[in-house]
């Protein structure tokens, strides 16, 4: 809408409550600078008025006048000839009108401001012109005494948020030498909650970077050593009988008690889990997903017995030993929010390695550097950074790839891509906040893609890519994704 018309609407309104005469030159902005369209052009607004125009006793005729003829003859006759009755619509335009001019107001500098700040700048204005509420997702809202009155998370929260994984990173790299990508992958999960399985060749330091993570956090730390013989009571628990003295009869008695195995804890690490039966495997599948467990007759939860409020678990895997392992089932890997690649270290890092861990008495340690509180409260404040309706659609459109791009799926199996999408799009607002944003770019989404898509995508038997190994190919699988999907429009310079 033109700037004389957005004029036109804010003198229409603001002559019925002349103390929002200010907002009307607020709203007024300067020639050249890029607002959204205004949602209620003064053609509509006019049906809204005309109760009013109609009943200026001396102008009759106004409301069947056009809009530009109409709006100047209900100032020339002034408010105080407007009956109250019919100042409800106008006071209802005026009121959208206070509030677009205070987003307006709060507009950054179009010349500096990223594509998503443009966009979320020009959302609140046209929320403010058709009432809507712009609550985050989920609806839980930001807690209480943020200071957002968006609901979303703000540059504070974010800044404060990486400082905690800040803290915990740096504890990790005093273990850990390169491997980055692992590094990063392992925090997320235990900031989201979530699990990660780790896969590599032996010694290269899989084991060591999850007892590094629960070493940095004030937590309860279990481990799990994988095994052909395991069972799954040695992992979840089991009850036993046990003889007590009843206090009344004074007569023994025998009682069944449950006795909590390795799965209940904070992180927990299952080692070299491809070497447990699948009958032990699958003991861990209902907890890792709904964060619960089952003993006997009875169930632990977070709701029942407080169990699992904050539950990782870190699984580790060697891809190139086949006897006496036992592949992971598809429903069971779809479980694991990240699968990481753990690489061999280069020349460099090999002696940084050798020059840390020299002596056994000096071998660093991560210390305690924050609690299981102050990961629920990051991963609040993550869940809460903005996203785009465009970058979800862009992540819907990543997930389902496999299974509808044409110059992939012949070659793909199936995919499983409802629960990648849901762990992509929180993947994506992590990283943006590993990064110091409060909204998600293409970037994040690009990633992140590969640690959640390459253990939700199974190859046809007749897969011509190129690759040595099946991860090979799963890996161009995802490159030719990335590099076909297209970003969305406005956002190509965010995407790298």
Do not use: C, W
């Amino acid at each position: 809408m033109k700037r004389s018309a957005l004029m036109t609407l804010a003198l229409a309104a603001t002559l019925a409550v002349p103390s929002l005469g200010a907002a009307a030159e607020t709203a007024a902005v300067e020639p050249g600078v890029p607002v959204m369209p205004v949602i209620i052009p003064v053609g509509e607004a006019l049906p809204t008025l005309a109760p009013a125009i109609s009943a200026v006793p001396q102008l009759p005729e106004a409301a069947s006048l056009p809009a530009e003829a109409a709006v100047p003859a209900v100032a020339a006759a002034g408010p105080a000839a407007i009956p109250a009755s019919a100042l409800t619509p106008v006071r209802a335009v005026s009121r959208r009108l206070g509030l677009m001019s205070k987003m307006l107001g709060k507009m950054p500098d179009m010349a500096q401001a990223s594509d998503s700040q443009a966009r979320s700048s020009g959302d609140r204005v046209a929320a403010a012109m058709t009432g809507e509420s712009l609550a985050p997702e989920g609806g839980a809202g930001a807690p209480a005494g943020d200071g957002s009155s968006s609901g979303y998370s703000t540059m504070e929260q974010v800044k404060e948020g990486q400082q905690v994984v800040e803290k915990i990173l740096k504890e990790m790299r005093k273990v850990i030498v390169g491997q980055e990508e692992p590094i990063k992958a392992v925090v997320m999960g235990l900031v989201a909650g979530r699990h990660v399985l780790l896969e590599g060749k032996p010694g290269v330091g899989k084991t060591q970077l999850a007892k590094a993570a629960a070493d940095a956090v004030d937590g309860v730390f279990t481990r799990v050593q994988g095994t052909n013989d395991k069972q799954p009571g040695d992992i979840t628990g089991v009850e036993v009988a046990q003889k007590r003295r009843n206090p009344q009869t004074g007569e023994e008695e025998i009682e069944f008690v449950v006795k909590k195995g390795p799965l209940f804890g904070n992180v927990v690490l299952i080692d070299e889990i491809n070497r447990m039966v699948p009958k032990a495997q699958s003991a861990v599948l209902e907890t890792m997903e709904e964060y619960r467990a089952t003993i006997g007759n009875h169930e632990f939860s977070p709701k029942t017995t407080g169990d699992f409020k904050h539950f990782t678990v870190i699984a580790t895997q060697n891809p190139i030993e086949q006897d006496g392992t036992n592949r992971l089932p598809e429903a069971q890997l779809d479980r694991f929010m990240f699968k990481v690649l753990v690489q061999q270290p280069s020349k460099e890092d090999m002696t940084e390695i050798g020059n840390r861990y020299e002596s056994k008495d000096k071998e660093p340690q991560a210390d305690k550097v924050t609690n299981l509180e102050e990961l629920a409260r990051v991963r609040h404040i993550a869940e809460n950074i903005r996203m785009d309706p465009v970058i979800k659609e862009y992540i819907n459109d990543v997930a389902m790839a496999p299974s509808v791009l044409p110059e992939v799926s012949g070659h793909v199996e199936y995919t499983v891509y409802t629960r990648a999408m849901m762990r992509l799009r929180f993947a994506a607002r992590l990283n943006a906040l590993m990064e110091g944003r409060n909204y998600v770019t293409p970037h994040d989404v690009r990633a992140m893609a590969p640690l959640v898509l390459r253990h939700r995508i199974a190859l046809a038997f007749n897969a011509d890519l190129p690759g040595n190994t099946q991860q090979d190919k799963i890996e161009h699988v995802i490159k030719k994704i990335l590099d076909t999907v297209p970003v969305p429009p406005g956002y190509g310079a965010l995407s790298k």
